[in-house]
Each structure stands twice: as C-alpha cells, then as structure tokens.
C-alpha cells in the first residue's frame, strides 16, 4: 500500500488508474480468484438473494458466481432509479437475459423480479478503495450509501454487505464521511479481510 494523495478526488483518481492498469489476463485470473474466494464464505453459500454488479472501468468481475452459485440460489443486478433519485434496485438476473446499457453505459436487466435492498441477503458491493476498518470509497455517485442509507436500523445486519476488488485497491485509511456505509466483509482477488469496525459479520 504505497502513499496515497490527500483529498478523496485525488484517491479516487489513482486507485481507478491502478486497476484500469490490469492487463486482461491478470483481470481474468483475478476474477477467477475472487470467485473462488467468494466460494468459501459460508454466508454466501446459505444466501437465497444475492446482488452482485456489472463490471466497469476496471472493477474486479463477481459474475463468475453465477457458474458456482447453487439452484436455490438467486441472482441480482442494480438497476438505477429515477425516485428517489440516485438510489438503486435490484432486478433477478441470469447469464442468459438479455440486458440494456444505463446512462452510464452500464448493462442492466429490465423486466425480471425486483427486490429492495433490504429484502436482499447479500449485496456485493463495487467499489474504488477500502481500508482494514471497512470504509469504502465508490465512484462518488452516492447510489449505494443512499439506497443503503434508507433501511431501518434492524436491517443493519440484513443484507450482509461484501465489497470486492483488486488487492491492490486497499489503502492505508480512508477519511469518513457522515454518509458513508461501512462493510461488513471486503474480498478480494487475495484474501478475505474481515474489518475492523463497529459491525462485526453476521456469521
């Protein structure tokens, strides 16, 4: 984890060049890892409800979960919301829909099951930094801490919220603001690190 600039734009910047930097191979095996990894989490295994996401600008790929991921066991994608703004639901999907591009340019399933996050056993959550504590640094759209920001308090522990992402996006600590949401869990294409939070894993 090398030395990192001051101000959360700056962060942002560097950590997006770093894993933009991955060639496609090492995206490749990163994501094989990761989802090896995600394998081994007994959470997951036992979750009904899963959301991961659509890989973007270099983000490491969960969809490799859909080839692992047992019968019973659902799959979801975010989908934008116009109301309330800039929040998220989660729309079932499989490898075989087919899928719309969002003003992002991101795929998103349109028609499937819709679930609100709360109804959700596990949110894999992208992500553009993290630290040992579970803070998490995003794009800076907010859509995440916002939709997760309106479950109740007894919904602190339900879904179980996972980032993932490339080692080499873990920093040293990052700053926190009032909004943000930390992780329960974060993996990545190295290891599992379990926080150092407030929240402890549910498991």
Known sequence: ??????????????????????????????ARKLAQRLHQLPALA????????????GEIDPRLLARITPARQQLYLPVLQAFPAHTLRFVRWSPRMRLHRNRFGIPEPRGGALRLAQSLDV???????????????????????????????????????????????????????????????????QGIIHPRSRYRPPY
Not at 46 to 57: E, I, Q, S
Not at 128 to 147: P, W
């Open 1 to 30: 984890m090398s030395s990192l600039p001051a101000s959360r734009s700056d962060i942002r910047r560097e950590l997006r060049g770093r894993r933009r930097a991955l060639s496609v191979q090492q995206q490749r095996v990163a």
């Open 123 to 189: 949110i894999l959550m992208p992500l553009v930094g993290f630290d040992a504590t579970g803070n998490r640094l995003g794009m800076g759209g907010g859509f995440y801490d916002r939709t997760l920001a309106r479950l109740p308090c007894a919904a602190l522990r339900k879904p179980l919220l996972i980032g993932v992402a490339h080692a080499c996006q873990q920093v040293g600590e990052l700053g926190v603001a009032a909004w943000d949401i930390p992780l329960h869990l974060v993996v990545t294409d």
């Open 46 to 57: 036992t979750a009904r409800h899963v959301a991961l996401y659509w890989p973007n600008d």
